[in-house]
């Protein structure tokens, strides 16, 4: 029954939100063949916007589990809106190992989860909303999961509301696009591929070679020679420089 109940929860706002972004923007959807329609998958974006979520989960054809933020299952009716939803809660800026393990439990049973590395959305400059340095928990899902990776890149979504309806009214609807990449997998150090924090790195320029330079921020070409990762405060990446050994596997705890 519960399942059911999430099921029908999930179809009407995914439904609700394709119409009322299609109607109100004019959405640009490229690479969604990219997408595959069976198996584990890990969907990884960048933040702009609290539509970022339900917006991937309109575009795609399969249901998407989102990554969210603890503190808004502790909400009353929110809270619950978003279990029924299908989302599951993570403990930003901390080694969650909870969220992570409920993640790969979800990609064990051939579902797509959705995850945004930055931990919070990007950070506005002009008219760009910027890339963050990014946390390791999705390179740490993938490494653990052997799931494939789809990197997607937003922009468009940071409209202000409620302006964006005037701007309906207007004919000038804003411009959206997600862009969904090649997908590809993340070997587990012991397997040949690099830590946690070299993973997520190499995974965030993915993201950041679709976007306009504009909106690149921590991972533009001023930082091609340093490994960019967030690692406690928010505000302080941790950019090491690149190392021989950067392919070595981390001691440190990874974080969601």
């Not at 063949?33 to 991937?56: M, S, W, Y």
């Not at 969210?68 to 809660?89: D, Q, S, T, V």
Request: include cysteine; hydrophobic fraction near 45%; charge should be positive.
């Amino acid at each position: 029954m519960r399942a059911r109940l999430s099921a029908i929860v999930y179809a009407i706002c995914t439904a609700f939100t394709r119409l009322v972004v299609r109607s109100l923007s004019r959405l640009e959807v490229v690479g969604l063949e990219r997408v595959p329609t069976g198996g584990p998958l890990i969907l990884v974006a960048n933040h702009v916007h609290l539509l970022d979520p339900p917006l991937v989960a309109a575009c795609v054809t399969r249901r998407v589990h989102p990554m969210a933020k603890r503190e808004l299952f502790e909400i009353p009716l929110i809270g619950w809106f978003f279990h029924a939803y299908g989302a599951f809660p993570v403990r930003r800026f901390s080694a969650d190992m909870g969220a992570l393990r409920v993640a790969r439990n979800l990609l064990r049973n051939d579902e797509a989860v959705l995850i945004f590395p930055e931990g919070t959305r990007g950070k506005r400059s002009g008219a760009a909303t910027q890339l963050r340095p990014a946390l390791p928990g999705a390179a740490v899902v993938a490494q653990m999961s052997k799931a494939l990776v789809v990197p997607i890149a937003i922009t468009g979504t940071n409209v202000p509301l409620p302006g964006v309806f005037w701007a309906w009214l207007f004919r000038r609807r804003p411009a959206i696009r997600v862009e969904f990449g090649e997908p590809f997998t993340i070997p587990a150090p012991s397997e040949g591929g690099g830590s946690p924090e070299v993973e997520t790195d190499r995974l965030m320029r993915r993201i950041a070679s679709m976007l306009p330079e504009s909106h690149r921020g921590a991972y533009g070409a001023d930082t091609e020679d340093t490994v960019v990762v967030l690692r406690e405060a928010r505000e302080r990446p941790s950019r090491a420089p690149r190392h021989e050994d950067d392919d070595a596997p981390t001691e440190e705890p990874p974080t969601a």
